[in-house]
Structure formats: C-alpha cells, structure tokens
C-alpha cells in the first residue's frame, strides 16, 4: 500500500511539470530559436505554481513524506572501498603520466578530457542522482587505509575552524577553472591536479584522513552535500526515501558548510554568466571577436568574488525578510537568523545540481565522445584499445531540431523540477521553525521570491547566446 502523504508528494510534482515550450536553451553557439518569453513564462509559472501548492497543505502533510526506510548495511561497500580507491590511484598516476607525456591538443589528451568531461560533469551527476560514486574513486582513502593513516593525526584541527578551509579551496578550485589562462592545458593541468594530490595527501599524514577529508578537502565536502539529495544513502546502512530526505535530515548545517551551498550554485552560475555576450559587453569584450582568456582574467577572478558574496548576500536578505515578516505577523519570535540560513541552505542544492547538469549537458555529450575516443590511444601512438579507435566524433545531432528538441527540453525540464524539489524542501524545513499555515507563508516569502527570480535567471542563462 502506498502512503497517501508520498501520493499526494508525487501529484505536486506532476503538476509542476513544464509543458512542451516553443522555445529552446543550449550551449554556446546554440541560441534559443524561438521567442523566450513562452519559455520563461511557462517555467516560471511551474515554480509559483508549486509554492501556491505548498500553501494549502497542512503544516505536518511532508513529514512522513521524507522519511527514509532502512534495506540492508552497507558491507560491500565497505569491502571494496579501499580497493577501489587503490585502483583509481593507480589511474590518477596514469592521467598525470598522460597529461605531462601525451598529446598537447586538450581534445587529445586523456587528462583534461577526463578531469572536466567525466570527472566535473559525470562524476558530479552521478553522485547527486544515483550513488556514492566518490567514495569509490577518492585517491586517498586507499593509500589512507594501506598506511593507517585513516584516525592517527599528529595535529588536531580546531572545531571552531568547521569546513571554513574547504570553502577557501573549493574558491580556489573555481578560480583555476573559471579565470586561468589555460585550464585545459595538459602540462599546466596535471601540474594543478599533481600539487592538489600531494597537498591533501600531506594534510593527511598530519592531521589524519578523518579530519582532512571530511573538513579540508572540498570535493569530498561537495560531493557528500550534493550526495544527500540522493534518493539511495549508503553512509552506513543502506536507506532509501525520496529525494532530498538525507539534505533535510542533515540540517541545519554549520555556516561554512551552509555558504558552500550557496557557492556550489553561484560559481556555477557565474560559469555560464561570464561566457555570455550580455557579460562580455559589460566588460568591453567584443563577443564575437574574443581576444582570449588571458584577456579575462581578472575581469573573470573579480566577477567569481563579487558574485559569490553578493549571491550569499542576496539569500541572507531573503531569510532575514521571511524572519522580519513572521515576527511581525506570525507572532513568532525565537527565530535567530544563523539558524534560519544555515537550516534553509540545504533547499539550495536542488537547484545547484539542476543547474550543472542543464548547464553542462550539450558539452557533456560532444566531449564525451572526444574522451571515448582518446582512451583507444592514450599517447596518440596509433592504438586502438577496446576498439574504440573506430569512433568518430559528431556534432551532428546539433544540427536538427528533432535532435535538438529532446536535449533541450531536458534542461528545461531538469532547470524547473529542481526549483519545485527545492521548493517542496523548504516548506518542509519552514515547519520546524513555524507550527501554523500562516508561519510557513511568511517565513518562506523572501526565499520563495528568490527562487522564482532564479527560475528566471537560469532559463535566461541556458538561452542567451555566448561568445567565449
């Protein structure tokens, strides 16, 4: 028998399905077709739709829906952990041999093509849509297990430090892609990928793999926040609910790991926004006459920084007018700001995953196809490993509108169902703070309004032309 709270979940979500639109969003040299506004408007709708919905439910309607059920423990994984981590190392020491020794055309080389393609795209996908696949391919934790270096530490981080250091290195991580001269650079990018390696492996011999990774290291503070919107967890024992059930369970988070969150989403936003022609102009860039990266570089490292604290800004206006509201007319008034922005944060990575995915999709699938074909000859020496040697790379499929039109209404669709997912998460996380309908509406207002603009600014931002 099916629980009528998850039923009644899943006809919300139904009904906050866009709608075939008259217009399209991609990649780069793809612009939307046909007018915008329909596109806009019909995605925009879905999302006020949704909250609208949200406002006739009962205050307690989503707390069984997200609630999560035990299946089992989590013994392979534990088994094959270290063996696979081992195992990704020794493919780690190969991508870097590749890098520095093989081809220097990015398209042909292994490394870049891996590190961006299946790596920031795939890997970045899978973890937040079906399983734990960082846990496996991490290329510490193996050597971490096979030295003992799991719990000893010789130093111990300070507590109140919280993962302050893995937001200052995943900042960092975005300055590389978004700003250097050359991130697709063999040479220049195994050398990156080498030092990160050796750097977080030496913070490993010192304070311990428990520590390190789990506070410092940001990739694996990253993929474990976008890891909880998954529906499967495996942390422990095996638990499954609908999607964002572990986010929820999570929260409040600290403030670090709240305002990386946020960075999650406005880095890679700020990723389609600086390509854009709307960008370029502002920065007296002719779009259709790029003069290169290194011309952007610091227009692009200036950009990334303002745009992070002014996203971060923006939400925690929008929590402190929810805040404002509720006291005022909710009669509520033992609500502190920090809890509100550290509980709501967790709402925000519905929308950061969709927007990866919606954003990356149509270079996913050209690159994927560079990256199969390179595995046939790591070192261009004429092999033809797994007979992969015989593919032919194609753009082809872009160049038709019954192609094209699935892949695009793909992102509108993944753009839309995140923003709903996100909304759906915050009424639920509004209860713990709100005990009438009334609460729930005020105190959601600035963060509904947020979204609804987002909404907006990400379908604007898959369908304007770019020019870098």
């Not at 739709?49 to 059920?69: C, D, T, Y």
């Not at 300055?175 to 990018?189: C, H, M, S, V, W």
């Not at 600290?254 to 854009?276: K, N, P, Q, W, Y």
Request: net charge positive.
């Amino acid at each position: 028998m099916f629980d009528k709270k998850k039923i009644f979940f899943l006809v919300i979500c139904l009904a906050a399905l866009p709608v075939e639109a008259l217009a399209h969003a991609s990649e780069q040299g793809l612009v939307m077709l046909l007018p915008t506004g329909l596109y806009t408007l019909g995605g925009t709708l879905a999302v006020a739709s949704s909250i609208l919905l949200m406002a006739f439910l009962p205050v307690k309607a989503l707390e069984g829906v997200f609630q999560s059920r035990k299946f089992g423990t989590d013994w392979v994984i534990k088994r094959i952990e270290a063996p696979a981590s081992a195992f990704a190392f020794v493919v780690f020491l190969g991508l870097i041999f590749i890098g520095f020794n093989g081809p220097n055309d990015p398209q042909s080389n292994l490394l870049p093509l891996f590190i961006w393609t299946g790596w920031w795209i795939g890997v970045f996908v899978i973890q937040g849509l079906m399983f734990d696949i960082w846990r496996l391919i991490n290329p510490w934790t193996g050597m971490a297990r096979v030295l003992s270096l799991e719990s000893s530490a010789i130093f111990n981080l300070p507590k109140r430090m919280g993962h302050w250091p893995a937001v200052l290195v995943f900042f960092s991580f975005q300055l590389f892609l978004l700003a250097d001269i050359a991130p697709n650079d063999p040479d220049r990018l195994a050398t990156f990928v080498l030092g990160y390696w050796l750097f977080t492996f030496g913070g490993i011999v010192l304070f311990g793999a428990d520590q390190w990774l789990n506070r410092i290291e940001c990739f694996t503070v990253v993929f474990r926040l976008i890891g909880s919107l998954r529906t499967l967890q495996t942390e422990n024992e095996y638990r499954s609910g609908v999607p964002g059930w572990s986010s929820i369970a999570a929260a409040p988070l600290d403030a670090s790991r709240a305002v990386l969150c946020l960075m999650i989403l406005i880095s890679g936003s700020f990723d389609g926004l600086h390509e854009t022609f709307w960008w370029l102009g502002k920065i007296g860039i002719n779009p259709l006459e790029f003069p290169g990266r290194s011309a952007v570089v610091w227009s692009s490292s200036l950009g990334l920084i303002c745009a992070n604290i002014l996203g971060v800004s923006i939400y925690g206006l929008a929590i402190w007018v929810g805040l404002v509201l509720v006291r005022k007319f909710g009669n509520v008034q033992n609500i502190r700001f920090m809890d509100a922005f550290n509980t709501f944060a967790v709402a925000i990575l519905p929308i950061a995953l969709g927007y990866h995915f919606a954003h990356y999709l149509i270079s996913f699938l050209v690159q994927v196809q560079y990256l199969a074909a390179t595995i046939a000859d790591p070192l261009a020496k004429g092999w033809n490993l797994f007979g992969l040697g015989r593919l032919t790379v194609t753009v082809g499929f872009l160049n038709s509108m019954e192609s094209v039109r699935p892949i695009l209404l793909t992102n509108v669709f993944a753009i839309i169902l995140s923003h709903v997912l996100s909304v759906i998460m915050a009424h639920r996380l509004a209860a713990r703070f709100c005990n009438t309908r009334r609460g729930l509406l005020l105190i959601q207002c600035g963060l509904s309004l947020l979204m609804i603009v987002y909404t907006i600014f990400g379908l604007w931002l898959l369908s304007t032309p770019r020019g870098a």
